[in-house]
């Protein structure tokens, strides 16, 4: 189960890298820089990899709620031997 830290924590890293991605984005088109360019579309790159951690955990929440009202009778297994 995700905990609301793990999520919060998410939320917060894709706000702060979308913030770096725009200010990586403004300095490269003032500056002409193709090395900030690089680094706005890797700042980029990473604000996606929070969005698919969030639609994850999303899935795998809505997965298990669901496994749960089918079968209400039998314990969801446990990995392990």
């Not at 890298?17 to 579309?41: C, D």
Request: glycine fraction near 10%; aromatic fraction near 6%; charged fraction near 15%.
């Amino acid at each position: 189960m995700a905990h609301r830290g793990s999520r919060r924590a998410i939320w917060y890293a894709l706000g702060a890298n979308l913030a770096v991605m725009l200010a990586k984005l403004a300095g490269a088109l003032y500056t002409g820089s193709g090395a900030l360019l690089a680094e706005s579309l890797h700042s980029l790159a990473d604000t996606g990899n929070q969005v698919l951690l969030l639609w994850g955990q999303r899935r795998a929440q809505r997965a298990r709620i669901a496994t749960a009202v089918r079968s209400p009778c039998f314990p969801a297994r446990t990995t392990g031997a």
